[in-house]
């Protein structure tokens, strides 16, 4: 027998947007569950880099930045071109400020500015050379408890012997780390503090990026009371009519039926690991040899296919299904692979990406996802998708490369892994990674005399703010240039990975899910990868993705506690007009 629970609000998925859903439901009074179908709860947001990009919000505005409503509107539509949802795009430049001020005043989710991270386009129209993005501040584990053991940990590629490094001024500190004395007492610091850590806890305990995100909106559902079901898969939605009234969750060990009163909210974190899904929507991926994402493996579409039983549509015409991001594979110790998004190394002085015949085809330092564009436009259709980062010595001492840590840390493991190509030559480096010889030693010989005059006539490497703000300033004048000359000579390859998937639900500005004819589908709503991606399948800038997630599921349990409170308000006249 079916056992069967009640609630107001049921969330599946358990990231910034489900996190947030049911966070801003439960500080309305809401009673909400949580079906967290993996053991750990985060996401992809626990293993992301944690930014959300928001316009106009109150933390940046703090930090001394301008910006307006309308200029971002600018910029989304230009962004989304004919995508461009005008309802969903205004909803979320009026409630994202709200959202952040409410996550930072009610909860454990504190955040800081981001300023002097651009947008990824900066000089299209509206958009901001700074600004718009923030970040959740870091944060003691030991604020969860005995809950911590239920987080998702960061992905081990991102870590350096356990250690979660922050993004901006303290991932500096670490590069600088042999060059400057200050920087070198910083780590020297960080490390201590986090062996200690190992020593007491047996783990890590200062919490950064997204993963800190994860937990500060975790700490944040458990202090309202929100239940959170881990090991719990959502198996099908229930409906009455055509609305939805809750679902069949898999929850220790049986099946349970949750009744809804006030809806379901689809935050399952999209279908980057569903591979029926991706062959039909990932033209480089048709036999599912192709795509490598650093995605929770548990990200298969499931809120998608509920969305379907009930006759909900999934976008199929963005001009990309995903968040595209250059990967490089890295051998494990047991036989297997992780994922490493390559984010910020493209954009150091001294680095070129080309193509197996040795030729670039991209600004390198470019955004991710604008890279994995170039890179589909130059290969030739039936080859396989994949590039080559090419350095010098001093650059892979310097900035490391990809897995590859700077010095002093030893680079010898990542050569016999084979991860790490070498050649004491741009020749020889060319024969051992298949690339053609002689395009890569024209294609260098032609970037050096670039960088000598600080231009890259080719691409224009280091010609935006976005570009400028990966490079490294004691570069002049181009932070972006160095020249290639000193041998051994490296090269890392990378192939098509995502950080999202952009095909969700259809869905309308109060965050609730479309059926085929446009029309809601009543108490159903979706946030964060299950929503279609309110920037019609492009990337403007860093957090485009968690943005919007956490101010869609705040979206939605505004507007499912505003149903509540008018089904209140219209029983209490009858009442009052009782005469009782």
């Known amino acids: 027998m079916t056992d069967t629970v009640e609630c107001d609000v049921l969330v599946v998925g358990s990231g910034a947007g489900g996190l947030s859903a049911a966070v801003a439901a439960a500080a309305r009074g809401l009673s909400v569950i949580v079906a967290e179908k993996e053991p750990y709860v985060g996401g992809t947001t626990a293993v992301s880099g944690g930014f959300l990009w928001v316009p106009n919000n109150p933390v940046s505005r703090q930090d001394g930045i301008e910006d307006t409503a309308e200029a971002a509107r600018t910029y989304l539509r230009h962004e989304a071109g004919n995508h461009f949802n005008a309802e969903a795009v205004d909803a979320f430049l009026e409630a994202g400020p709200q959202a952040v001020e409410f996550f930072h005043r009610e909860t454990a989710l504190q955040f ?13 129209p509206g958009g901001r050379s700074g600004g718009r993005s923030i970040k959740a501040q870091a944060y003691r584990a030991q604020g969860l408890g005995r809950e911590l053991g239920r987080l998702r940990p960061p992905l081990p590629e991102l870590t350096f012997v356990g250690l979660m490094i922050g993004s901006g001024p303290e991932l500096k500190h670490f590069f600088n780390v042999t060059r400057s004395v200050a920087s070198a007492a910083y780590v020297a610091g960080r490390l201590a503090s986090h062996m200690r850590d190992l020593a007491f806890n047996g783990r890590g305990m200062l919490l950064t990026n997204g993963n800190a995100l994860a937990a500060r909106l975790f700490r944040s559902a458990l202090d309202r009371g929100v239940q959170v079901w881990t090991e719990a898969p959502a198996i099908r939605l229930e409906k009455e009519g055509r609305a939805v009234r809750g679902a069949f969750v898999r929850h220790g060990g049986r099946e349970v039926r ?6 379901v909210v689809l935050a399952a974190g999209g279908f980057p690991q569903d591979k029926e899904r991706r062959r039909a929507m990932f033209p480089h991926d048709r036999d599912n040899s192709g795509h490598f994402s650093p995605a929770p493996a548990g990200n298969t579409g499931d809120g998608l296919r509920l969305g379907e039983g009930v006759g909900a549509a999934v976008e199929q015409g963005y001009p990309n299904a995903a968040a595209w991001v250059p990967v490089s594979r890295v051998p494990r110790k047991d036989g297997s692979h992780g994922v490493f998004p390559h984010f910020i190394d493209r954009a150091k002085p001294g680095l070129i990406a080309v193509r197996q015949d040795g030729r670039r085809f991209v600004n390198e330092a470019n955004s991710y996802h604008d890279f994995i564009q170039a890179l589909f436009a130059a ?5 396989p998708v994949r590039a080559f980062l090419v350095v010098d010595k001093p650059f892979l001492s310097r900035f490391g490369l990809g897995f590859v840590k700077p010095f002093p840390v030893p680079v010898g493991p990542h050569i016999r892994s084979g991860y790490l190509r070498t050649g004491l030559t741009v020749a020889e480096l060319a024969r051992n990674t298949g690339i053609d010889a002689k395009g890569l030693e024209e294609t260098i010989a032609g970037w050096n005399a670039d960088v000598a005059s600080g231009e890259d006539r080719a691409f224009g490497k280091g010609s935006t703010a976005y570009n400028r703000f990966n490079g490294d300033p004691e570069f002049q004048p181009n932070p972006c240039l160095a020249p290639i000359a000193e041998g051994p000579f490296y090269a890392v390859e990378v192939v098509v990975g995502d950080l999202g998937t952009f095909a969700g639900l259809r869905s309308n500005g109060h965050a609730q899910v479309l059926d085929a004819e446009g029309e809601p589908v009543p108490g159903l709503y979706a946030a964060g990868n299950d929503m279609a991606s309110i920037m019609g399948g492009n990337y403007p800038g860093g957090g485009i993705t968690l943005g919007p997630a956490l101010t869609f599921g705040w979206i939605a349990a505004r ?5 509540a409170q008018h089904d209140t308000a219209e029983k209490a006249p009858a009442l009052t007009g009782s005469g009782r």
């Open 559 to 563: 507007h499912m506690a505003a149903a």
């Open 112 to 124: 800081e500015a981001a300023s002097a991270f651009s947008d990824y386009h900066p000089t299209a």
């Open 258 to 263: 949750v009744r809804t009163r006030r809806g």
């Open 379 to 383: 290969t030739p259709a039936g080859e």
